[in-house]
């Protein structure tokens, strides 16, 4: 399954119509790792023709009243076609944005999620295989300022939950020295700022 990740910039050649056609024909799947424009994921998604997953970022306070033409994996397990999602939306409180959370407001979100997750393996289906959020664990690609720091809690979704891949956003890189893609236990972390495409297969439940 080949999955377009998308998050906080929004890419002139995902903008043409032609190009998403020509280049993204293929793709499965459209994940959304949150500060995207709705109408922009809308125009992706329409074009490609194919379901689309998000959560939100820190800047997405008009999803509330315009969201775009999706699934929002906010606190929730939801599984396509043999493939598990769940996800976290927003970033570390830094001023008085809704989408924002301290980080024992997160611990709570992620132990709520947590139950879910659990359920889903005690009813005999699989265990997570994308754990999509905005924000970034911490020390794992996050940033210098406090605003971009990552959440001490998702370091306890990794280790708890295995997911097999988490994808994040929130920390730009125009600075093509930053590294985007960190092996931590069994789970590969990937910063997919500002797209990335991603090829995986479900595997069996367990």
Known sequence: M????????????LHSAV???????????IVSCGDMPPGYLDFISTI???PMFYVR???DEIYKDDPPGGIDL?????EYKGLTLAGLEGSIRYNAGEIQYTQMQMHWQVVQLGTKVLWNRVTGRRGIDLFVTHSPARNIHDGGDFAHRGFDSFINVLKWYRPRYMLHGHVHT??????????????????????TVLELEPQSAS
């Not at 080949?2 to 050649?13: F, G, H, N, R, Y």
């Open 48 to 50: 490609i023709s194919v």
């Open 2 to 13: 080949k999955i377009l990740c998308v998050s906080d910039m929004e890419a002139p050649q």
């Open 74 to 78: 906010h606190g929730r397990v939801v």
């Open 174 to 195: 125009w600075d093509r020295r930053k590294i985007v893609r960190t092996q931590f236990r069994s789970t590969c972390v990937l910063n997919i700022n500002p797209f």
């Open 57 to 59: 970022g820190n800047h």
């Open 19 to 29: 190009n998403l056609r020509r280049q993204y024909s293929d793709i499965d799947l």
